[in-house]
């Protein structure tokens, strides 16, 4: 089965500075790995995803994330955080897209707080 | 325009009513999903269609049931409401095809009093 580990509940980080929110991942096969994030009352919006070829990916609002298939992570970064990326971060998995089950496993969750 | 719509937004009812949410989505994708998100705000798939057909049913109780009329609804039925049902339904969206990313409604809170 596969499975998705983002170990902090909450990351807080001052506006400017870096940000890293972690994510590792489980599964069968090559990993099918996408970031998506939450704002307050609203639904799931996609930031990137990572099928294949470079392990540095860029997404949406400047975010990007770096496979790294050795420590079986995807972790997600930004150089410079600004405090409208305050949300809630999740991140997913899916495994042989060629199985009837597109099935995405997403992580608990990641609460990003940037301080201004 | 907005891509993934579900009715209502919120929904508010008592223990042993029936009730159910409508989801529509404008954007041409053939496969569809029924999200349930707890007050821990972990996701977790319940049901997919594909082409109006059921490819996903994960361990949901009987009471729910999804109906899917054509590619472009997915309606979530729920019989006999219990306390735990209470949470944040997401209908979600994708192509068939590919490794695509699924587009999300913006969400409907049932609470069950």
């Known amino acids: 089965a596969q499975s998705v580990a983002q170990p902090e509940d909450q990351v807080n980080v001052a506006e400017g500075n870096p940000l890293t929110v972690k994510c590792t991942y489980s599964?069968?096969?090559?990993?099918?790995l996408f970031w998506y994030v939450q704002y307050p009352n609203r639904g799931l919006q996609f930031l990137l995803k990572?099928?294949?070829?470079?392990?540095l990916v860029k997404g949406s609002y400047g975010f990007e994330a770096e496979f790294n298939k050795s420590q079986t992570s995807f972790h997600l970064k930004k150089p410079s955080a600004l405090v409208s990326d305050s949300a809630l971060y999740f991140c997913?998995?899916?495994?042989?897209?060629?199985?009837?089950?597109?099935?995405?496993?997403f992580g608990s969750g990641t609460q990003l707080t940037v301080l201004p | 325009d907005t891509a993934v719509s579900q009715t209502p937004k919120y929904l508010v009812t008592q223990m042993g009513n029936d009730k159910s949410i409508k989801c529509e989505q404008n954007?041409?994708?053939?496969?569809m999903y029924w999200y349930k998100q707890d007050s821990k705000k972990f996701l977790k798939i319940m049901f997919s269609?594909?082409?109006?057909?059921?490819?996903i049913n994960e361990t949901v109780p009987n009471r729910f049931s999804p109906k899917s009329p054509d590619k472009a609804h997915l309606n979530l039925h729920i019989n006999s409401l219990e306390l735990g049902d209470s949470a944040v339904y997401f209908c979600?969206?994708?192509?068939?095809?590919?490794?695509?990313?699924?587009?999300f409604g913006p969400g409907t809170r049932l609470t069950v009093t």
């Open positions: 990572y099928i294949t070829g470079d392990n």
């Open positions: 979600a969206s994708s192509p068939s095809t590919g490794l695509n990313e699924q587009y």
């Open positions: 954007l041409g994708h053939d496969t």
């Open positions: 599964v069968s096969g090559n990993p099918y």
């Open positions: 269609y594909n082409n109006k057909e059921l490819i």
């Open positions: 997913a998995v899916r495994g042989n897209p060629g199985g009837s089950a597109r099935q995405l496993t």
